[in-house]
């Protein structure tokens, strides 16, 4: 029972604040940013965001840490890369130069009511195999930790699609009026890439390391090895071609959204064949 309230509290706290932040952005002009009341209200609003994301982290954790090993299916983990999206999104609207963002809270919070159900739709069968072991969870949080901020930079890229259509194309009023301008969007979303890229490839290392350690063999080429390491190589050939030939707008955009296309094939669609058609772990 206390499981079950828990995922309502959080749901409908979600869909609060979500509906709060598209209500006050859809109705917002740039003019009205300077107004304190306006500003003091959604600064109250984003310390209250911290209260349904300790309510999904809850959820998260009575629906992994099962025993001594990990239940992390397909719902578990499709909600903990949402829950690690939406905790760093709502952590870097603390930063000044990020506050124009606020404008993704609603979509952001939808997504996460969403997600944070999903481990009751597609419940673990069984624990992981050897998750037992710290390197193994180690293993597991890097990559989903990769998996946030990539699924951020996909986010990210996709906003910056629509900002540049919508320079083309203005309207008077529009939510996108109170969005950083492009270019800092572009920098800010090849820091996110960097960071994610690194924790990637740290994600592929400890894989080999720790494939050795507890299976006594190299790494073996599954479907999700490989395509990890083809992701890993569009956006190593991404970050390349910013700094040799200084790569920006609608190429930027297309090689990130192709990488973490890849990526999501690799992790989440391996998953679900395993664990939905195969109904397999």
């Known amino acids: 029972m206390t499981s079950i309230l828990t995922y309502l509290a959080a749901f409908l706290l979600y ?3 979500g509906w709060y932040f598209w209500q006050n ?3 917002q002009s740039p003019a009205v940013n300077d107004d304190n009341g306006a500003l003091a209200t959604a600064s109250l609003m984003h310390y209250a965001m911290l209260a349904p994301l300790v309510f999904h982290a809850i959820t998260l954790y009575q629906s992994i840490f099962v025993g001594a090993g990990l239940s992390f299916g397909l719902g578990s983990a499709i909600s903990t890369i949402v ?3 939406a905790f760093i999104y ?3 609207g603390f930063f000044h130069h990020l506050k124009g963002l606020q404008t993704l809270v609603a979509p952001v919070a939808a997504a996460a009511a969403i997600a944070l159900l999903l481990p009751l739709v597609f419940p673990s069968l069984r624990p992981l195999e050897n998750t037992e072991l710290p390197a193994f969870k180690a293993h ?5 930790m990769a998996y946030s901020l990539l699924t951020i930079a996909a986010l990210h890229a996709l906003l910056m699609a629509v900002v540049e259509h919508h320079l083309h194309h203005p309207t008077k009023q529009s939510i996108l009026n109170n969005l950083p301008p492009l270019l800092v969007m572009e920098k800010l979303l090849f820091r996110i890439i960097w960071i994610g890229f ?3 490839t740290l994600t592929l290392l400890s894989g080999i390391v720790f494939s050795k350690e507890v299976f006594g063999q190299p790494l073996t080429f599954t479907h999700k090895t490989l395509f990890g390491f083809i992701s890993w190589g569009v956006f190593a050939a991404l970050l390349a ?3 040799l030939y200084g790569w920006r707008g609608r190429i930027a955009i297309r090689w990130t959204l192709t990488g973490f296309v890849i990526l999501l094939l690799a992790y989440i669609g391996s998953k679900f064949v395993l ?3 195969l109904n397999r772990s």
Do not use: D, P, Y
Not at 140 to 144: D, N, P, S
């Open 15 to 17: 869909a609060l604040i």
């Open 25 to 27: 952005t859809k109705n």
């Open 83 to 85: 829950w690690l999206t």
């Open 90 to 92: 709502w952590f870097s």
């Open 140 to 144: 597991i949080l890097v990559a989903m």
């Open 198 to 200: 690194i924790l990637l």
């Open 241 to 243: 071609g910013r700094q």
């Open 275 to 277: 664990e939905i058609i």
